[in-house]
């Protein structure tokens, strides 16, 4: 059941809470309020001018049309372009151009566009009125938006948080953006790190992507729960209770790491080597394995804090002793209770999933150890995963009996999804319960390469559930429990055949509820020579270690510009006492720096810019795309880098420092609050920011983060064309007014939009 919506308030905030706006007062709106505002953005109101003449033209038979506005791809033809009546002449028995001009004569757009044109066989341009841009610009620098704190809604029941925990964020400015009429529950799944694992660079992706859609879906107004599925369970669950017990008693006994990592070698050393080789290398081990166990009641192993570096080692340690032990015979524990040594993983997750305190305990532990690892991960991200959002395999565990037994009952005959398109249904096949999907025609929906009917296993023979079993135990969660009416996949392009099958299983079992389910594909993060990013040695990149680098990487560079700014500051005061040009009065940017910032701040700059070069980099480009992974170009100053669009908003901001210095907008006074677009680049700029909410809507319908990358940075493109041509700090006080309104809206949406891709905004570069 969806929350019931917070009271809306308007009231009046004095200027000052806001620095250098330049108007009286400031209307502060919450969700409520600027969703009851009419719609003035371009896209909206285009789309509901065009839908509202089809439905007059057409009657019942056009209530669902769709109006097929988009803004223009060439500024020539005008700001939009309606492509309506070449999509729906047939349906209204008209010739495009004759349908075109009805559109147009109904649309009653004369409030809004200076120009309409029809072109060729019937695409309607449209060229907007200066004064309605001036007038969504007006709206965005009046509009703020706080989010209301209903309360930190913990979901110990549902596992996740929702938006309705505003204290994720804090307030944010929405540049009058209304929040959506009809907000959908979104649960999104993303991120997913196993435990006793280090994340890796393939991490990276799901994480920052699915981190995007949380922002902007918040911000849009829908309520979105976090959903962390984590690998905490299955068969290697007990390889890693396992290793944890190792790690402790090898450093009880005294063992540093270095010597556990030596002995891992050698193990990997003897893999596919003679028994007899084999067995001499393990018995000693064996036998203090027994003399440990013998001893775990009389002193505790858990006194000392264990990292994940050290759960890991100790996890890769016993899976490839597990190896090593295939069929040596080697034993540990003594008479008739001895077990095979590679059986004791095996028999460690039995204990655990029939509920032995031992086992449960241990792997608690493991598994707090790396959710906190992986939660210091996130914090140095940035992204908004929480302790509450974990809610993983282990999690569906107890639904999986009834899960498989409602499938079979469901599924005995044949049965189709709700829209028809696809059947399914449960038999056994070779001991395992299976599911078979089929087209509408009757025929095998998915098959194997040699032809015969693919079938997704739900319980092997076994008795063992698989991840088709927990997925589909997770859909109905998701769907009933939770309420979501979407619910969105972050996972990793080779795992499409696995979600369309799932999708197409829970559709025919009724399971999606009506939901929207998505699977976002996204590529791999490639090195230099175009395979998947690894280190020297072959191992996958450790994120911890990649982030560090950033940091290290930022920091030097920034250290090498201060050095030469701070050159070129001496050089200019040298020129000055000569008497040279170089000593006029500085830019409106506020000229060299007058003091070099403290190492303190140049950490902090660095780790923002760094952090946001990583995260950017990858969301800008295309996700269902691979990517080659370059230092150099993702630490750039100039093109679509996150360094590129922090330095351009610092830039604005020390424009408004230089203006407080010179006398704020009037000498002292304030300035209308308005915006004038009367050069060429204003008009460029002011469009660009008025086309910030369909590039979010964008956004929500599509979930493709390099859209609102490319909005940015062309933002950012369009300021900088503005500022060559059009001088901001001019004496005419109501020029500069409006242009220095022009520029705080330019930077609040860089920062916003920066903020809704994860990154940190910087005052001063």
């Known amino acids: 059941m969806r929350p019931a919506p917070a009271v809306g308030t308007i009231r009046t905030v004095e200027t000052a809470a806001i620095p250098l706006r330049f108007a009286g007062t400031l209307i502060e709106f919450t969700s409520e309020s600027v969703a009851a505002m009419p719609i003035l953005a371009p896209l909206p109101l285009l789309v509901e001018r065009f839908e509202t003449a089809l439905r007059a033209l057409g009657g019942a038979t056009a209530a669902a049309t769709q109006a097929h506005v988009r803004a223009a791809g060439d500024s020539k033809f005008g700001d939009y372009q309606c492509n309506a009546a070449m999509a729906l002449a047939k349906q209204f028995a008209l010739k495009p151009r004759e349908l075109a001009e009805k559109l147009v004569a109904t649309a009653k757009l004369d409030d809004i566009a200076e120009k309409i044109e029809i072109a060729g066989p019937g695409f309607i341009n449209i060229t907007l009125k200066i004064a309605y841009i001036e007038s969504v610009l007006a709206q965005g620098l009046r509009g703020y938006v706080t989010p209301t704190d209903a309360g930190a809604t913990a979901q110990a029941k549902t596992g996740g948080s929702t938006s309705e925990n505003a204290s994720r964020f804090a307030p944010m400015d929405r540049i009058g953006i209304p929040t959506a009429a009809n907000p959908d529950t979104v649960v999104l799944d993303y991120s997913s790190p196993n435990i006793a694992k280090q994340m890796h660079v393939g991490h990276l992706r799901t994480t920052v992507i699915g981190d995007v859609f949380a922002r902007v879906l918040e911000f849009a107004g829908h309520r979105v729960i976090r959903q962390n599925h984590i690998g905490d369970w299955g068969t290697a669950i007990g390889a890693v209770i396992t290793g944890l017990w190792y790690i402790r008693t090898r450093i009880a006994r005294g063992e540093t790491l270095d010597a556990i990592r030596a002995r891992l070698t050698q193990a990997l050393e003897l893999k596919g080597k003679p028994v007899e080789a084999r067995r001499a290398w393990l018995e000693p081990i064996a036998a203090e394995w027994t003399a440990d166990l013998a001893r775990e009641g009389e002193s505790s192993t858990k006194s000392r804090a264990t990292t994940l570096d050290e759960l890991e080692l100790g996890y890769v340690f016993v899976q490839t002793l597990s190896s090593v032990a295939e069929g040596s015979d080697v034993r540990v524990g003594g008479g008739d209770g001895a077990k095979r040594l590679e059986d ?36 140095r991200l940035g992204v908004t995963l929480r302790a509450e959002d974990v809610f993983g395999e282990s999690a569906y565990e107890p639904m999986l009996p009834k899960t498989v037994s409602d499938i079979r009952s469901l599924l005995a005959t044949r049965r189709a999804s709700a829209d028809g398109a696809i059947a399914a249904e449960c038999r056994e096949n070779q001991g395992a319960q299976c599911i078979f999907l089929y087209s509408a025609k009757g025929e095998p929906a998915y098959k194997t390469a040699e032809g015969e009917p693919l079938p997704m296993i739900i319980q092997k023979s076994d008795g063992a559930y698989l991840y088709a079993s927990t997925d589909l135990a997770a859909v109905r969660h998701r769907t009933e429990t939770l309420g979501a009416t979407r619910v969105i996949y972050v996972v990793g392009a080779p795992q499409k055949l696995h979600f369309e099958m799932l999708f197409a299983a829970a559709r025919a079992l009724g399971w999606d509820h009506g939901a929207r389910l998505e699977h976002v594909a996204f590529g791999s993060v490639l090195g230099e020579n175009r395979k998947p990013l690894k280190t020297r040695d072959g191992g996958n990149v450790k994120l911890r270690d990649l982030l560090d680098e950033a940091e290290k990487r930022a920091y030097e560079l920034l250290l090498e510009r201060e050095r030469g700014e701070a050159a070129n500051s001496e050089l200019r005061i040298a020129n000055s006492e000569l008497g040279s040009a170089g000593g006029t009065a500085a830019s409106e940017s506020g000229g060299a720096p007058s003091r070099r910032l403290s190492d303190a701040q140049m950490r902090e700059i660095a780790r923002r810019v760094g952090i946001g070069a990583i995260k950017y980099f990858d969301l800008a480009r295309d996700r269902n795309g691979d990517y080659v992974f370059h230092w150099d170009q993702m630490l ?99 020029v500069r007014g409006a242009r220095l309104n022009l520029c705080d809206l330019t930077a609040r949406t860089l920062k916003l939009g920066l903020s809704l891709v994860g990154i940190e905004a910087i005052e001063q570069m």
Request: glycine residues 6%; negative net charge.
């Open 636 to 734: 750039a100053f100039q093109g679509n880098t996150a360094p590129y669009l922090m330095y351009a908003y610092a830039r604005i901001r020390s424009i408004h420092r230089k203006a407080a210095e010179t006398g704020g907008a009037a000498g002292g006074g304030t300035a209308p609050a308005a915006v004038r677009l009367e050069h060429a680049t204003e008009r460029a700029l002011g469009l660009r920011l008025a086309r910030f909410r369909e590039t979010l809507d964008a956004i929500v319908a599509d979930l493709m983060p390099h859209v609102l990358c490319a909005y940015l940075y062309d933002l950012a493109s369009d300021f900088m064309r503005f500022y060559e041509s059009c001088p901001v700090l001019v004496d005419d006080l109501a």
């Open 344 to 379: 004791i993983p095996r028999l460690t997750t039995t204990f655990l999933q029939r509920g032995d305190a031992w086992e449960r305990g241990e792997w608690e532990q493991a598994r707090a150890i790396s959710m906190n690892a992986c939660q210091e991960l996130y914090e």
